[in-house]
């Protein structure tokens, strides 16, 4: 004899199935760090914690050097991008000066500083924006020690003096905090004597920005955007991307994208004489009509040096320690679309699938076959859909 089940048991046991499902939906919406579906409460909430109060941080009072950030994604041209921006020798240029501080943050919370005081933090984008703070002021003496190790301070034209600093006083056996100590002021009067002062960051989601702009009147961001199909596709050589898991994480890097977009449209602060959009493959294949652009719009002089020092970097064999991301004036509109011509067409059909929402704010569209991948006379642009709503809020 079979046994019976009374009919509520059902209903009891489908309520709470439904239940744990929603509960893991949401720890995992809103728990998970590598997850960039936000709430417009999260984002408030964000903006509030960063805000000046809860990071101790003053209004800039105008004076200094302008800051500017060129906001980007690991694998999307930003090192052509920046060398074209530090052309100019009103430019004091940082490369990723959050790359170190990021890796210390993965292992310890807490920072040696020069005055011989140790300060700890809970959240890595607070402290992304104090410490941004400090560099956009110049205030190179407020950061961590761990900044002034990282060897990408040779990548800007003039922060390697510090560098060079620091190797003729190490060589004397000058101790190495001593020496930081010493050739801080160098870098500090390089930065302070510059009209601009960029840095190029992967690090940060614009949320972080949000406050800054408001602390900051003359702050400038450039967003990066590159097709993130080549993007994907050069972060897989870096162990990035792996077959099991292409789509999930082009899922997430696409959202991450699409976030910064939507956060850059519905932030007031960010109006269009502040925020600029611009495609690595335009940069890339117009070089000179779009830097003269971008040198508008952030006011520096487009001169004759700048020209000269552009048509040296594009003519090189190698514009940066970047192969796949570097252009050659010979053919730059085929370096440019060069990962066609190589990536299999099971990842591109992948990143198709999850990312078509970005494609419709960036002006993409699906590569249909193998044979329009392949044939760089078809074109993967289409015209721009400039208001979809915003599907982080539904």
């Known amino acids: 004899m079979g046994v019976i089940i009374p009919f509520h048991y059902y209903r009891r046991r489908k309520v709470f199935i439904t239940g744990c499902t929603i509960i893991f939906l949401f720890v995992i ?34 004076s200094g050097p302008v800051p500017v950030v060129i906001l980007t994604y690991m694998r999307s041209g930003s090192s052509f991008c920046g060398d074209v921006l530090q052309a100019s020798d009103d430019v004091f240029y940082l490369f990723e000066p959050l790359r170190n501080v990021q890796f210390h943050f993965r292992n310890s919370s807490a920072f040696d500083y020069l005055d011989d005081k140790k300060r700890s933090y809970t959240n890595f984008l607070d402290f ?11 205030n190179f003496e407020n ?64 949320t972080t920005l949000v406050p800054l702009a408001e602390l900051f009147p003359k702050l400038r961001i450039v967003h990066l955007l590159r097709d993130p199909r080549a993007t994907l596709y050069s972060q897989s050589f870096f162990g990035m991307v792996n077959k099991d898991t292409s789509q999930e994480y082009a899922t997430m890097f696409c959202r991450r994208v699409y976030d910064d977009l939507t956060t850059a449209k519905h932030t007031s602060s960010l109006q269009s004489s502040r925020y600029f959009s611009v495609s690595y493959e335009h940069l890339a294949k117009y070089s000179l009509e779009t830097t003269k652009i971008l040198y508008n719009f952030l006011e520096i002089n487009f001169n004759a040096k700048v020209i000269s020092r552009l048509e ?83």
Not at 128 to 138: E, S, T, V, W, Y
Not at 151 to 176: D, I, P, Q, Y
Not at 330 to 357: G, Q, T
Not at 377 to 384: A, E, G, L
Request: proline share 3%; net charge positive.
């Open 29 to 62: 919406i809103f728990c998970n760090d590598k997850a960039f579906t936000y709430t417009k409460e999260y984002l408030e909430s964000l903006k509030k914690r960063q805000s000046r109060a809860s990071l101790g941080i003053k209004n800039s009072t105008g």
């Open 312 to 394: 040296n970097l594009t003519k090189a064999e190698n514009t940066c320690d970047e192969p796949e991301l570097c252009t050659k004036s010979s053919n730059s509109s085929a370096e440019a679309d060069k990962w066609r011509l190589s990536i299999p067409y099971s990842f591109v059909h992948a990143v198709d699938n999850v990312c078509h929402m970005l494609y419709s704010i960036v002006g993409l569209q699906s590569i249909p076959d193998e044979h329009h991948l392949r044939n760089l006379s078809f074109s993967i642009k289409r015209k721009n859909i400039h208001d979809l709503g915003d599907f982080r809020y539904i």
């Open 128 to 138: 992304a924006a104090i410490f941004l703070n400090d560099i956009f002021r110049c």
């Open 143 to 206: 950061l961590p020690l761990i900044f002034f190790s990282d060897w990408f301070l040779n990548k800007g034209h003039k922060s390697k003096e510090f560098v060079a600093c620091m190797n003729k006083r190490t060589a004397t056996n000058t101790s190495e905090i001593a020496a930081i100590r010493q050739c801080t002021p160098v870098m500090k009067r390089s930065c302070l004597t510059s009209k601009h002062i960029i840095i190029k960051t992967i690090r940060i989601p614009l």
